[in-house]
T-cell receptor, first 111, second 112 residues
């Protein structure tokens, strides 16, 4: 089972460049999430989508945009990358049962 | 606002020793609490959730509403338990419009 798949796994960007992290889930989940993981900070929610066509800000949304393209896909876009956005990004999805399933992570470095 | 606190960033024990990873929360509603584990450079995976009241890999956790705690315990730690552990709280009781709030994590190292 693929579960939650996110791409790319590794990316190096220059300050000011833009990029999109892609995420797809094959579990027919309504809710999808983007988290960032930083040392000593745990996981912080960037944006989430409770259902297709809706998105909401999480704890640290500044500098990011998201698109819930359809029920399967939820992308995260950095319009103008900054070194502070160097992090590991995790996409996740959940059913109404509240169990959240995570992707394998995307390591992003902004230089 | 909900908050999850894991007071220990690092915890080191010897193999066979008991281990307890602490988690305290603040939430005005009825909480749903979880423990997630992340082995080295792997994805986070659900370890257990309080409503299941089950034991996974020898770990248990009891929700104590009086002390607002959800500590993770294992009587005899194994080297393969070495990982990062995150306590998490769900902000809504059921439905699809909910999100998890995570603690900052505790890195458990089990020494031989």
């Amino acid at each position: 089972n693929a579960g939650v798949t996110q791409t790319p796994k590794f990316q190096v960007l220059k300050t000011g460049q833009s990029m999109t992290l892609q995420c797809a889930q094959d579990m027919n989940h309504n809710s999808m999430y983007w988290y960032r993981q930083d040392p000593g900070m745990g996981l912080r929610l960037i944006y989430y989508s409770a259902s297709e066509g809706t998105t909401d800000k999480g704890e640290v949304p500044n500098g990011y945009n998201v698109s819930r393209l359809n029920k399967r896909e939820f992308s995260l876009r950095l319009e103008s990358a900054a070194p502070s956005q160097t992090s590991v990004y995790f996409c996740a999805s959940a059913s109404s049962g509240n169990t959240i399933y995570f992707g394998e992570g995307s390591w992003l470095t902004v230089v | 606002a909900q908050r999850v606190t894991q007071p220990e960033k690092l915890l080191s024990v010897f193999k066979g020793a008991p281990v307890e990873l602490k988690c305290n929360y603040s939430y005005s509603g009825s909480p749903e609490l979880f423990w997630y584990v992340q082995y080295s450079r792997q994805r986070l995976q659900l370890l257990l959730r309080h409503i299941s009241r089950e034991s996974i890999k020898g770990f248990t956790a009891d929700l104590n509403k009086g002390e607002t705690s959800f500590h993770l315990k294992k009587p005899f730690a194994q080297e393969e338990d070495s990982a990062m552990y995150y306590c998490a709280l769900s902000s809504a009781g059921g439905g699809s419009n909910y999100k998890l709030t995570f603690g900052k994590g505790t890195l458990l190292t089990v020494n031989p």
